[in-house]
């Protein structure tokens, strides 16, 4: 809801570029890891979920957001993509 809330102050002339681009990668990162989870049965697909939604993120992070916004929502990332490397590593506990 931040991204969105930050992509209405984008320039209008950005509309169909890079405000629809953050808003979709946005959304995307929390899709990979719904999606990854209901398929945390299959090993391959859960790592390479976890690797979708880590891209995705880093997608965002490139977009143009004033340094306040950016400050906060780069924390949570950095949290949230800090578990990553140990889910992949350990997928065999949530992998069943």
């Known amino acids: ?11 209008p002339d950005e509309k169909y570029s890079l405000t629809d681009q953050i808003r979709r990668s946005s959304r995307a990162v929390y ?3 719904s999606y990854e989870w209901r398929k945390r049965r299959y090993k391959g697909v859960f790592i390479y979920k976890l690797t979708d939604a880590a891209q995705e993120a ?3 992070k490139t977009c143009h957001i004033d340094k306040t916004t ?3 929502l780069d924390e949570s990332y950095e949290h949230i993509s800090a578990m990553r490397p ?3 590593k350990k997928a065999d506990a949530f992998c069943h």
Do not use: D, Q
């Open 86 to 88: 140990t889910m992949a």
């Open 1 to 11: 809801m931040e991204i969105y809330k930050a992509s209405k102050t984008f320039p």
């Open 58 to 60: 880093a997608e965002t």
């Open 70 to 72: 950016f400050a906060r």
């Open 31 to 33: 899709a990979n890891l």
